[in-house]
């Protein structure tokens, strides 16, 4: 017998947040699948951050309904907070304290018991290769051991949803890969993550889905290949094993032609049907491609075409 789906992880319908006269967010819908990730990507000051504060019981919204594992976030609050994980931009480890304290006071605050917690502790620090730091004070660890020591403490409760909010600013690019795999192996484990980045590489990377913000509102959702198909400028690339398959083809598609490198570039959003089109088109004029590829804008041509300017990230690429 088939399984029914998974209800969502997160329902969100008409979410509301301003302080003062700021409007941080507006009308703000959000439908998160279980078991996947979902990024919330945009610049500074998009309301991502706010967004978390709001699901995961920090801040209250101004209106809106929001439902989180089944648990209704305004009527019990307590419920949500003890499915959920949050991981913050900015590592929320006591330099003061070794890796295996820092681990063990989250097993006491999440009323563990202490065989439990140091059983929990033993089991993270191996997950996430710090057993050889595990007695060192956490001030002596690299950026990227601090970001790793700091899920895993948001992890000590076992929570089925995760938030992670900028969780690789700083990090240099290797360690920034590593967060990433952990991440996979966490969903790859059943849990569900959101994630609230500036960085296009890794919503592209990670993310089942993306919900583009900029100023509070949400001027996109999809997969990272959806929204770039809804990008002027995708187009497939042909080449032909010589000049009259070329020419015919250039007769029978239109589009740009290269007579040096034997291609032909056809505008085209690259998806499915599209690719199928031309290859019938080619064969009804009996005229065979040697390659195929397609080419389609990338996620920065996307936040350029929806928000007007370019990502953080494309900034940060430009001034290195």
């Known amino acids: 017998m088939t399984q029914p789906p998974a209800p969502p992880a997160i329902t969100a319908t008409g ?53 989180i594992l089944g648990h209704d976030l305004d009527a019990d609050p307590d419920a949500v907070r003890a499915a959920i994980g949050v991981t913050g931009q900015y ?78 600013t700083g990090l240099d690019p290797r360690s920034r890969r590593d967060m990433w795999d952990l991440v996979r192996d966490l969903v790859a484990g059943g849990v569900t993550v959101v994630l609230t980045t500036q960085y296009l590489e890794e919503a592209d990377q990670l993310a089942d889905r993306i919900a583009v913000l900029d100023h509070g509102s949400i001027v996109a959702q999809g997969t990272a290949n959806e929204l770039k198909r809804r990008i002027p400028g995708g187009h497939i690339r042909l080449r032909f094993a010589g000049t009259d398959a070329l020419e015919a083809a250039a007769r029978v598609l239109g589009g740009s032609r290269d007579d040096d490198a034997l291609t032909l570039q056809v505008p085209g959003d690259g998806g499915i049907d599209a690719v199928r089109t031309i290859l ?27 928000t007007g300017h370019s990502s953080t990230d494309n900034d940060e690429r430009k001034a290195a």
């Open 280 to 306: 019938d088109r080619l064969d009804n004029e009996a005229v065979k491609a040697e390659e195929l590829s397609v080419h389609t804008p990338d996620l920065d041509d996307v936040f350029l075409h929806l």
């Open 91 to 168: 590592a929320a480890v006591d330099g003061l304290l070794t890796g295996e304290e820092n681990l063990m006071l989250m097993g006491n605050l999440h009323r563990l018991g202490r065989r439990r917690a140091r059983r929990r502790t033993a089991e993270l620090l191996e997950r996430f290769d710090l057993g050889d730091a595990a007695r060192k004070p956490a001030s002596t660890y690299s950026g990227g051991m601090r970001r790793r020591l700091d899920l895993a403490m948001t992890l000590v409760g076992d929570p089925r949803l995760i938030f992670l909010d900028e969780p690789t």
């Open 15 to 67: 979410l509301r947040k301003s302080f003062g006269d700021h409007v941080v967010l507006d009308d703000i819908d959000l439908e998160v699948p279980s078991g996947t990730i979902f990024s919330l990507l945009g610049p500074n000051g998009a309301g991502k951050t706010t967004i978390v504060k709001i699901l995961s019981t920090l801040i209250g919204a101004d209106s809106g309904h929001v439902r």
